[in-house]
Nanobody
């Protein structure tokens, strides 16, 4: 069973930083793209960042480029994905979900929320102005 467990959300002032973490299990980590999707109230889900299965190619939405950094690690059976979020602004306020690609070995990272098929429970990020 695929499990994605997020942590690290919270309340931060504009200009601040947060680091989200996702513990992934139940599948072969190297065979699936994995990343973060967010959803603000009244908005559709937006793919924020995702790492593909080919050469570590990473996608960032234009709205977060140069502010967010995705990293992943696989160590002694513990598979983790982190999202370092710097220079946060109120527009970043959303529920952030760790998400896994629907397709195995897609290669390039998916860029649409529709491409993800497994989801964590979400962690709330609130940025105050």
């Amino acid at each position: 069973e695929v499990q994605l467990v997020e942590s690290g959300g919270g309340l931060v002032q504009a200009g601040g930083s947060l680091r989200l973490s996702c513990a992934a299990s139940g599948f072969t980590f190297a065979e699936y793209a994995i990343g973060w999707v967010r959803q603000a109230p009244g908005e559709v889900r937006e793919a924020v960042s995702c790492i593909g299965t080919s050469d570590g190619i990473t996608y960032y939405a234009d709205s977060v480029k140069d502010r967010f950094t995705l990293s992943s690690s696989s160590d002694n059976g513990k598979n983790t994905v982190h999202l370092q979020m710097d220079s946060l602004n109120p527009e970043d306020t959303a529920n952030y979900y760790c998400a896994r690609d629907r397709l195995r070995l897609r290669g390039y990272p998916p860029v649409s929320a529709r491409d993800f098929g497994s989801w964590g429970q979400g962690t709330q990020v609130t940025v105050s102005s």
